[in-house]
């Protein structure tokens, strides 16, 4: 690896590397965001020869943070990631504990639900910048990683397993090959769109937009450096249609940001286009920010809007030399707090088949996609649903009382149940599909059993946990019958497309 030449544009092809198991090969890694930086750290520690092509300046160095969220939510699945490359109790210091959602109504009244009725399970809000630092820095201790940033990935080419990047000092372009190559480089992955528009195999891909962006704010710390709000909490202003989220920092600011469609509704990102409209809106949905946000008008207006989206595709792979991972395999929105932690349990469980199947590169790619694609097509649709869930669900007088019941019945029969949330986020050894079945069976229950006045916060606590339990055991059963148990695998073969 490492032969970088000066091409022209008919892309040349280098030798590849000899046919070894283990440690000896080359691997090229394009993107060194947070799954790249990880997946570059656990390959460096298991011996492989990695180099990582990045995009950006190195973000150790310059700030690149605009327009991107800079603090994150993370949970128990990040965390086993940490455990692998023994960094978690690196990541504790830069993590602050949120137990649970500070809901902010129109009035500044506020009420918190928790994540769980286990005061053990909460998440924490990390920041994006902190994290891949420490990963980068880790990475490159070892003396088989090498990490090169300002690195544009132009196309690789799959079948020879080379990549074509773009300097951007020099403004150069050449090629790099390797044993193989893995695309760890986000939802705009060049990879993916090298697979689309090669038309050598086939290749399904989604994309779906919300019609809802979102735009980076902020609360400034006091001028003592602590926080204007509660510190230890995901702050929530629910308004039906829109929302506004906000997350803390070791600094003592929070970062902030405003969920809203693009053109639907009396107040949208189209025609909030001065500083009057904009005071206006936040003075009537969301007083009690505005009053902590002296430096709004600045922020809404120097920093970009962004969309959301989900994309989906297969296969993530080409016969044993190239691999998506991560965001450039799916993508998902960020309402379940999952994205960088599902992208993080790829590594982990990416690791896992390479035990098994270490040595042959077609095996190890086909059983990990093969293993993980249910679980991330099921963390992608319930991302969707909690984002009806923040914005709307959890200021409903029958959602709130669900919510009670679960704290309940977590807290006082904690090895007998656990909420779809808990499953979800703090189960880090079931699936994210294997959770979302049995979350949404559960939720199903308990709300049909609320509506009914079947159930309620008030009544016996062992009475209610076996009717949830025998309601619950019922859906799931329907859905057997239905068929939804199971998540069909792909047919073997190369050339096999999936939904």
Sequence with gaps: ????KIIDTNEKVFPQGEDLDGASQNVLIIGAGLCGSLLALRLGQRGYNVNVYEMRPDLRKVDISAGR??????????????????LEDNVKQLCIPMH???IHDTRGNTFQSNYSGRTDE???????????????????KHKNVNIYFNKKCKSVNFEKTTARFKDYHTKDEFVEDADIIIGTDGAGSAMRKSYYLGKKFLFSFSQAYLTHGYKELSILPKKSGGHKIHKNALHIWPRGSFMLIALPNLDGSF????????????????NLNSEERV????HKEFPDALAVMPNLVEDFFSNPTSPLGTIKCSPWHYKGNTLLMGDAAHAIVPFYGQGMNASFEDVVEFDAILDKYEGNWETVFYEYEKTRKKDTDAIADLAIDNFHEMKDHVANPIFQEKRK?????????????SSKYSLVTFNEDMGYREAMLKGRAQDKAILNMVSDGEITSSGNLETILKKVKEATEAILEDDRIAGLEAHPNPPKGRGRATN
């Design 279 to 282: 005071l206006e809106f936040f």
């Design 405 to 417: 019941i679960e704290m309940a019945l977590e807290k006082n029969f904690p090895n007998d149940y």
């Design 100 to 102: 649970g959602r500070m």
């Design 69 to 86: 969220s800079i603090n994150l939510a993370f949970s128990d699945r990040g965390n086993k990631a940490m455990k692998l490359v023994g």
């Design 255 to 270: 970062t902030v940001t405003l969920f809203l469609s693009y053109d639907e509704g009396e107040y949208n990102f189209n």
């Design 122 to 140: 909460y998440i924490n809000s990390v920041s994006r910048g902190g994290l891949n630092a420490l990963l980068l820095d880790e990475a490159e």
């Design 1 to 4: 690896m490492n032969k970088k």
